[in-house]
């Protein structure tokens, strides 16, 4: 995509990102979309895409996938994608229709949010403010999405108590850590969204696995700057695992190769060294995690890679190394994936010292900040990222085209690496 403008059509300015959304056991309930593009980068006065209307307008690469995989999607829907029927282009058994509680004042939203409950989509509530005017969309609502960032327990059952004898899911949005998943069960939240999934439990971490450190020393293998291509390919092809799920994949429809690959070398000469490294570095990463969210830290972190690469190259007044921080974003989740302290992690990594204490979380290091801007985009915290990028003094268009790129991206590498492909 060029980095001069961001072009105004839908299909190609704007990508669908998503937040997983997980219940009171941690299992996977389904995906909150929103949309990346101008929308969440303009400013108050700007108009925003709706997610419900790119939806029926496109056909997101994940769509399918999720849908097949039998997880819920939530939508926000405003007024306008409401009364135009957009959620009719999703499933009912699928779909969670989101509404703001103000919409619900406008005229003929609640006799049109009545008709899609009656057509078994299920009904979200963001906004919550527990006023007695909205009991009767609260009386509709399947999902109630509750703010419980900043708040002490006391606080979220006094919140919880406003909620007058409705039969809903409670939805705890910006859960940022265990203690705050923990604090949202006992106080009776079933649904939970934030960055909590992406912090490593301190009660299970242990040390590696013998597979997780002969993976790290593989990555070590294949990040050297003038790698033995033929020493390499005997390397993955010793490999069982590897080996089957890289040459299953070249022989499948998606290439569509007059002749069967039967080889690392041959598949090598065929893909191209930078983009089976590419791949590799998932599978990787998928083989040594024990993570339960695994699926979600591999995209996420092969999203953050791309995002932290792309957006170095159209800053070059920074200096760094894109490539290496495509390697700092695809590494910040390991210490999670691995159930490991990053410390222990690090010592097996084949990047650079500062890259290391970014990991880390050192507070005075350089690299830190663009760790926390991609956090803040990816969890749709457009107003964090956009006091970051002002810190930084990055451009907003470029960084908004380097994530929907970044999604995209992602999207096609981690089908790819489960099997899948595009």
Known sequence: MSEESIPSSPSTSVSIARQPIFDENRRLWGYELFCVGQGPMAGP???RESTAIIVAASAYMGLQQILKQGHKLMLNV???GILDDMPYALPPVNAAIQVDEQVFLRPDIPEMLGRLKSDGYLIAVSGFSGDRQFDPLYGLADIIAVPVIGKQKAEV???LATIHDVDARLLARRVDDAAGFAMGREAGVT???GS???QPDTIT????????VSRLKLLQRIEQPDPDIDALAETIQSDAAISFRLLTYLNSAAFGFS???KSIHHAIRLLGWLKLKNWLRVILLNDMSEAAAVPDLLQLSAQRGKFLELVSQRHDFWGFDPESLHLLGLFSLLDTMLGTPMDEIVTFLPIENKLKDALRRDANNEYLPLVQLAQ???ENRWEDADDMMKRLNLNREKVAAAFREAVEWADQLTSMGNGEPT
């Open 196 to 198: 909590f999934f992406k």
């Open 78 to 80: 405003d007024e306008i």
């Open 191 to 193: 649904l939970f969204e």
């Open 205 to 212: 971490v242990h040390k590696m696995t013998s597979n997780a």
């Open 45 to 47: 006065d700007g108009e």
């Open 376 to 378: 803040c985009v990816e």
């Open 157 to 159: 059952a006094t919140l």
């Open 259 to 261: 002749q069967k690959i």
